[in-house]
């Protein structure tokens, strides 16, 4: 059953409109959303337009306002001002619409700790509706996808955080929602099993399902997003493909790493003159980088280098990582930190 949609079109920017009416309609719509906790303004005026059946990215440092925004969209929030459609309905005045077609997994499991994985599949699935006998099915399936049928059995609490993160998943789709919000899905795990959950969400992609995912890690948004958008304070402040990304940030970038660490402040000195731009010092203490346009300077800069007798193990150009975008739109790095969001945003 398809209600009519109830935000009207001009109240969209016009590019924005004309872009939304190229592509096939975006699973979600959003206009000037905002958000208040007492002096914050958690969330101030994002529009967002996602398309379906992708991996839509949303980074930004913690307390930007990425989680608020995500509550917003999956109804557990109302927005103080601006509206948003999800698949076409009013994400208030047809909650229910939009709630029947997504699903949420937060930072925290939203599974129980003393249910084993397949009483708690099982669970969930006698509570979407499915008899008995289906739900034993649908949880076993799940398990079986997630490579959790050998503990199957086991209590949640006796999980590790890779198992953990995985039967959250599986919680999320036992009901395949058509748009899943992923809220740092792989905060705290190690670089196996986040593997494994990237492996997860592009198979839900290549079924379908669209899937909005906020992460800090940009490696992670590098590997699975087809389309960005970077929110700091509140506001979105770029948007776009990761390449589109990068290279709106102008130019390339130098690596240079020294063969003496102890070289490293004379040659900041050298580079930054000849370069004429702020060196980065790298966390290898051999290693610093600048972003460049002129390769001429570079030469001429490696060149002066080599005169002082600073010598170089290796040195490297190329695109600017997202780490490198992250750092030019926020000024700040993207943390690696596991502080939950909603602590510092309200």
């Given at each position: 059953?398809?209600?009519?949609?109830?935000?009207?079109?001009?109240?969209?920017?016009?590019?924005?409109?004309?872009?939304?009416?190229?592509?096939?309609?975006?699973?979600?719509?959003?206009?000037?959303?905002?958000?208040?906790?007492?002096?914050?303004?958690?969330?101030?005026?994002?529009?967002?337009?996602?398309?379906?059946?992708?991996?839509?990215?949303?980074?930004?440092?913690?307390?930007?306002?990425?989680?608020?925004?995500?509550?917003?969209?999956?109804?557990?929030?109302?927005?103080?001002?601006?509206?948003?459609?999800?698949f076409g309905h009013d994400l208030i005045k047809e909650a229910d619409a939009v709630r029947s077609r997504i699903s949420l997994t937060g930072q925290f499991a939203s599974v129980d700790d003393d249910m084993t994985g397949?009483?708690?599949?099982?669970?969930i699935a006698r509570l979407l509706g499915y008899q008995r006998k289906q739900a034993a099915v649908r949880a076993a399936e799940l398990l079986q996808a997630f490579d959790l049928e050998a503990a199957a059995n086991r209590?949640?609490?006796?999980?590790?955080?890779?198992?953990?993160?995985?039967?959250?998943?599986?919680?999320?789709?036992?009901?395949?929602?058509?748009?899943?919000?992923?809220?740092?899905?792989?905060?705290?795990?190690?670089?196996?099993?986040?593997?494994?959950?990237?492996?997860?969400?592009?198979?839900?992609?290549?079924?379908?399902?669209?899937?909005?995912?906020?992460?800090?890690?940009?490696?992670?948004?590098?590997?699975?997003?087809?389309?960005?958008?970077?929110?700091?304070?509140?506001?979105?402040?770029?948007?776009?493909?990761?390449?589109?990304?990068?290279?709106?940030?102008?130019?390339?970038?130098?690596?240079?790493?020294?063969?003496?660490?102890?070289?490293?402040?004379?040659?900041?000195?050298?580079?930054?003159?000849?370069?004429?731009?702020?060196?980065?010092?790298?966390?290898?203490?051999?290693?610093?980088?600048a972003q460049v346009n002129d390769t001429k300077k570079v030469i001429a800069a490696l060149g002066e280098l080599e005169k002082a007798g600073i010598h170089i193990a290796g040195f490297s150009m190329g695109q600017p990582?997202?780490?490198?975008?992250?750092?030019?739109?926020?000024?700040?790095?993207?943390?690696?930190?596991?502080?939950?969001?909603?602590?510092?945003?309200?």
């Amino acid at each position: 059953m398809h209600s009519h949609n109830s935000t009207t079109t001009d109240q969209l920017p016009a590019e924005q409109f004309n872009k939304a009416r190229q592509e096939p309609s975006p699973a979600i719509v959003a206009h000037n959303l905002v958000k208040v906790f007492g002096e914050t303004r958690a969330v101030d005026g994002v529009d967002l337009s996602i398309p379906k059946g992708k991996v839509y990215g949303f980074l930004g440092p913690n307390g930007a306002g990425k989680t608020t925004t995500i509550r917003m969209l999956a109804t557990l929030l109302q927005p103080d001002e601006g509206n948003a459609t999800v698949f076409g309905h009013d994400l208030i005045k047809e909650a229910d619409a939009v709630r029947s077609r997504i699903s949420l997994t937060g930072q925290f499991a939203s599974v129980d700790d003393d249910m084993t994985g397949m009483e708690n599949l099982t669970l969930i699935a006698r509570l979407l509706g499915y008899q008995r006998k289906q739900a034993a099915v649908r949880a076993a399936e799940l398990l079986q996808a997630f490579d959790l049928e050998a503990a199957a059995n086991r209590q949640v609490k006796k999980y590790s955080g890779g198992m953990r993160r995985r039967i959250d998943i599986a919680a999320s789709i036992v009901n395949s929602p058509e748009l899943l919000f992923l809220d740092e899905p792989t905060t705290g795990l190690d670089p196996r099993s986040r593997n494994q959950v990237w492996d997860i969400i592009r198979a839900l992609v290549s079924n379908g399902t669209t899937i909005l995912l906020t992460t800090q890690y940009l490696e992670e948004a590098d590997q699975l997003a087809d389309r960005i958008a970077v929110i700091d304070k509140g506001k979105i402040i770029a948007e776009g493909t990761a390449g589109e990304l990068k290279r709106s940030i102008g130019g390339g970038s130098l690596h240079v790493r020294l063969l003496e660490p102890e070289h490293r402040s004379p040659a900041e000195q050298i580079l930054a003159k000849n370069l004429d731009s702020p060196i980065r010092l790298d966390s290898d203490p051999a290693a610093l980088s600048a972003q460049v346009n002129d390769t001429k300077k570079v030469i001429a800069a490696l060149g002066e280098l080599e005169k002082a007798g600073i010598h170089i193990a290796g040195f490297s150009m190329g695109q600017p990582s997202l780490d490198e975008v992250f750092l030019k739109l926020t000024g700040e790095p993207a943390h690696h930190t596991e502080e939950n969001e909603e602590m510092a945003n309200g």
